[in-house]
């Protein structure tokens, strides 16, 4: 299992000595006028701490809560990733709103009878996600708060419609609905 490392870098503030005064000069000559010359700042060098942390990998998935009718879906962590890998390939600039519909998106198909069965091969289905055939999620990295988005989005769907979106205009394809920003989203026919 993948295992995200953070780096943390936290500057050290201790030993720093600035000078707070000016000495000014009183040399009165005819036609001189006062000259302030600031005093030296005393700075020591400090150098950045790094610390680096290896974040667990948690299943999301519980079975029947006690005393509750509810049942919160199965999924990986390595599908919970690879959602939010597509979902700042797909949506970065995006407000939450509409990545939280991309997820949307990703989640439907994989509950519609009309698309494959699992994250895996609902984002790489050919021609469907167009970061992952062009290159763009190559230069993406998993987020810690997208994946947080993707885990809301499994208890409470935003859209249980939206299976289709684009960027710029609708699609041929699909039933427009609305418009987030730049994408613009469609339901199944």
Same mark, same amino acid.
Request: charged residues 25%; hydrophobic residues 40%.
């Given at each position: ?9 936290v ?7 600035? !000078? ?5 000069? =009183? ?5 001189? @006028? ?5 005093r030296?700042?005393? &700075? ?23 005393g509750? =009718?509810? &049942? ?6 390595? @599908? &919970?990733?690879l ?5 700042? !390939? ?13 997820? @949307? ?21 050919p ?16 987020? !810690? ?7 809301? =989005?499994? =208890? ?6 939206? &299976?289709?979106?684009? !960027? ?22």
């Open positions: 299992m993948r295992k995200l490392i953070k780096v943390i870098a500057p050290i503030l201790c030993g720093i000595v600035i !000078a707070s005064s000016f000495f000014v000069s =009183e040399f009165h000559s005819e036609g001189e @006028d006062v000259v302030a010359i600031p030296a700042s005393i &700075v020591e060098k400090t150098e950045p701490v790094i610390t680096v942390l290896q974040e667990e990998s948690i299943p999301i998935a519980t079975e029947k809560m006690e509750s =009718e509810e &049942v919160i879906p199965k999924m990986s962590r390595e @599908d &919970v990733e959602i939010a890998l597509v979902t700042m !390939a797909e949506a970065e600039g995006e407000c939450e709103e509409g990545k939280r519909l991309v997820i @949307d998106t990703i989640l439907n198909r994989v509950d519609s009878e009309h698309f494959p069965d699992t994250v895996y091969e609902v984002v790489y289905q021609n469907q996600f167009s970061s992952m055939w062009n290159g763009r999620v190559d230069m993406c990295e998993v987020r !810690a708060d997208i994946c947080d988005l993707v885990y809301e =989005e499994l =208890e409470s769907r935003s859209n249980y419609n939206v &299976v289709f979106f684009t !960027a710029g205009e609708y699609s041929a394809y699909g039933v427009p609905m609305f418009q987030v920003e730049n994408h613009y989203f469609s339901r199944y026919e």
